[in-house]
């Protein structure tokens, strides 16, 4: 059977926004404060041709900032037919910059650099300044800045080191600011999103929680037509939202798999069956730990774990839909808790691939299903709200993100027997100590990693060789940027004492403080 992604976008909303994306690391925290305003937005790659972008029938476009210098040699463009469709366009940082290249004004070096907070005097406020007085605070993030204007461009708003720091153009159509009014040190960014949103593309706040599940639900009883689907659960909150949605649809006819992989942590399986036992849903637990082990054997490369257990997963979920069939019939489809920040880091989007993930980058060419991904196009705190919607507990609504791959892509180097168990003492000990300390809430994630380092270290007089340990606790929105939290020195004394007492093998631990970008939120 073909692969046949599903084809629902999320309640079909009739205003959404295009941001194109020119590999800011903000590209994606732009499309979720669009959403927070109540507009739909989607990414697009900053080389998406005119009529792609007009099939989303947008009534805005945003350029995202990024790394490049318009004036280099390569330097990303957008289709230059963008500026005459007639569709209101802001650019933000590069965005801005690449608006006043190609419509013929000058970008240059900056001899003073902008990185930080920065003061904005605003000199005419137009339609997108409207309302939030003569001075803003603003966060500043670049290394050029324009000369001079095209023809036809009034200033807005200047700093002290930019004189153009927010200008207008094309009849009120052409808007671009010199900072990110979508980072939290913007204060009144979300205003000025709004006033783009609203004042100048005439958007109005449609876009919901509610909105979504109110329409998915038909949207998914009309595409899966009748048939049974078969859910590949983790008992993360992305696969239960995905699977509590679509049972809302079909009811009986979604049967949910849950595949002990061996890569889980310690209680996993428990767990799942427990916060599931009240939802109605027919679970069934398939033990294929002897299997993932072998697929892994030998292999140290992270994107071939990624391959092999995403491929692993498909082969298991396709022998038990053949048992299920005898069983029950036909089962031609797949749900899946795919979401955006899965499309996005797979390459699926308009980022370069970063990782693949087993439900995106890692099926296989002759997968025999058809899949149903009624999440793909939600972010996580979205795919939460959905879950809040649906009824689901809080426990499972705040549960932490857990990668599809598991443990496997935790611990650096070949996969064994001997260090999942390592590996699974160290992550027990970490998240009973985040929870004893009462942090959990607090955390998009924290648990351990096996550095696949070796070093020396002493015991009872006695000099050991053991394996270091490293400890990742992350704060975040969505999971597409994240900061490294700062745990409470006693905290971290009570892991590191904790894992070098408990855990066989281990004699160093460390703290991860790497932020993302440029790190990952994962090791591998």
């Given at each position: 059977m073909s692969d046949a992604r599903s084809p629902l976008s999320p309640a079909e909303p009739a205003e959404r926004v295009v941001i194109l994306d020119f590999g800011s690391q903000y590209g994606h925290l732009i499309a979720r404060r669009v959403r927070e305003l109540g507009v739909y937005s989607e990414v697009l790659p900053h080389n998406a041709p005119l009529a792609q972008i007009l099939r989303h029938r947008p009534r805005g476009v945003i350029l995202s900032g990024g790394p490049a210098s318009v004036y280099e040699p390569g330097a990303p463009q957008c289709d230059p037919g963008l500026w005459h469709a007639g569709v209101p366009v802001l650019g933000i940082c590069y965005g801005m910059q690449l608006m006043v290249h190609q419509l013929g004004g000058r970008v240059a070096r900056a001899e003073e650099r902008e990185y930080g907070p920065a003061t904005l005097e605003v000199e005419e406020p137009g339609r997108l300044l409207a309302g939030l007085g003569p001075r803003l605070e603003v966060w500043m993030s670049h290394g050029d800045r324009v000369e001079t204007l095209p023809p036809g461009f009034t200033v807005l708003a200047r700093t002290a080191a930019s004189p153009f720091a927010a200008v207008e153009g094309g009849g009120g159509r052409w808007l671009g600011v010199q900072f990110h009014p979508e980072v939290g040190h913007t204060p009144r960014g979300r205003e000025i999103l709004a006033n783009f949103l609203y004042g100048v593309c005439g958007c109005r706040a449609g876009w919901t929680m509610a909105g979504f599940v109110e329409e998915a639900v038909p949207a998914l009883r009309r595409q899966l037509e009748g048939a049974r689907a078969l859910c590949a659960l983790s008992g993360g909150v992305d696969s239960t939202v995905a699977a509590v949605l679509v049972h809302r649809a079909i009811g009986p006819r979604l049967a949910c798999v849950f595949v002990d992989t061996g890569l889980l942590r310690a209680g996993e399986v428990e767990e799942v069956q427990e916060s599931l036992a009240g939802l109605g849903i027919d679970l069934r637990v398939v033990d294929a730990r002897d299997r993932f082990l072998a697929a892994l054997d030998g292999i140290a490369d992270p994107e071939a774990k990624r391959k092999a257990v995403g491929e692993t997963f498909i082969r298991v979920f396709e022998e038990e839909a053949r048992q299920l069939a005898e069983e029950l019939g036909s089962i031609p489809f797949?749900?899946?808790?795919?979401?955006?920040?899965?499309?996005?880091?797979?390459?699926?989007?308009?980022?370069?691939?970063?990782?693949?993930?087993?439900?995106?980058?890692?099926?296989?060419?002759?997968?025999?299903?058809?899949?149903?991904?009624?999440?793909?196009?939600?972010?996580?705190?979205?795919?939460?709200?959905?879950?809040?919607?649906?009824?689901?507990?809080?426990?499972?609504?705040?549960?932490?993100?857990?990668?599809?791959?598991?443990?496997?892509?935790?611990?650096?180097?070949?996969?064994?027997?001997e260090r999942l168990e390592r590996l699974r003492a160290c992550d027990r000990i970490v998240r009973e100590e985040i929870r004893r300390a009462g942090l959990e809430g607090r955390l998009w994630q924290a648990f351990a990693v096996l550095t696949g380092t070796p070093t020396v270290g002493v015991m009872g007089d006695r000099r050991t060789y053991g394996e270091a340990v490293a400890v990742r606790?992350?704060?975040?929105?969505?999971?597409?940027?994240?900061?490294?939290?700062?745990?409470?020195?006693?905290?971290?004394?009570?892991?590191?004492?904790?894992?070098?007492?408990?855990?066989?093998?281990?004699?160093?631990?460390?703290?991860?403080?790497?932020?993302?970008?440029?790190?990952?939120i994962e090791w591998e």
């Open positions: 797949l749900v899946q808790g795919t979401t955006y920040p899965d499309v996005i880091e797979s390459g699926g989007g308009a980022a370069a691939t970063i990782k693949s993930h087993h439900n995106v980058g890692g099926l296989p060419p002759d997968l025999a299903f058809r899949l149903v991904e009624p999440l793909r196009y939600l972010f996580k705190d979205e795919v939460r709200e959905v879950g809040r919607r649906l009824g689901l507990p809080e426990a499972i609504v705040q549960r932490q993100p857990f990668p599809g791959p598991g443990l496997a892509i935790r611990m650096a180097g070949p996969v064994t027997a606790a992350v704060t975040s929105g969505d999971g597409m940027t994240a900061d490294w939290a700062r745990l409470p020195h006693e905290v971290l004394d009570r892991i590191a004492r904790r894992l070098a007492n408990e855990v066989e093998g281990v004699n160093r631990v460390v703290y991860d403080i790497t932020s993302k970008p440029p790190a990952t």
